[in-house]
């Protein structure tokens, strides 16, 4: 097993409010904890949940058997990583491990999205992830993903 270099991932790292970030979490040693229904609809409940993110916001998110990708604005509140760890910590209480282990490589992948980048697209790459690991034929075949274009919310901005 491949020593986590999670302290690698921080280094430079900024929280900037109001900044939209992709986010990749990935389970402990790439086991694909979300290959099965129970555990998969709860974790995607438990990271869709806003309180998971205290003032941020989630705007799109897919859930893969062994991994998360989310597109989240930043709020005033706290850092990135303070609301990453919360979220990584609602998600992994409602997981039910069978070897009591844990859920969450530690750290997390995160990307800033320039000014200039197209949101939209970002979130489109984001829930099509399922679509391209041929897992699903369409958008709404795979059942664990959301963004708030679809609810009619779509200004990352409110």
């Not at 990307?111 to 897992?135: K, S, T």
Request: with cysteine; aromatic share 10%.
């Amino acid at each position: 097993m491949r020593a986590h270099r999670s302290h690698t991932l921080r280094r430079g790292r900024w929280s900037e409010p109001g900044r939209i970030y992709h986010l990749t979490l990935v389970t402990r040693d790439r086991l694909p904890c979300f290959g099965e229904w129970t555990a998969a609809s709860a974790v995607a409940r438990a990271l869709a949940d806003p309180r998971a993110w205290a003032d941020s916001r989630l705007l799109c998110w897919v859930l893969m058997p062994d991994h998360w990708h989310g597109v989240l604005q930043l709020g005033e509140a706290e850092t990135l990583s303070r609301n990453v760890g919360r979220a990584k910590a609602h998600a992994s209480r409602a997981w039910r491990p069978a070897d009591g282990g844990k859920l969450w490589q530690p750290g997390f992948h995160d990307r800033a999205l320039r000014a200039e980048e197209d949101l939209l697209a970002v979130a489109r790459y984001v829930v099509a992830n399922p679509i391209r690991a041929g897992l699903s034929r369409g958008y709404g075949a795979w059942p664990y993903w959301d963004a708030v274009w679809i609810h009619g919310d779509a200004d990352p901005a409110a």
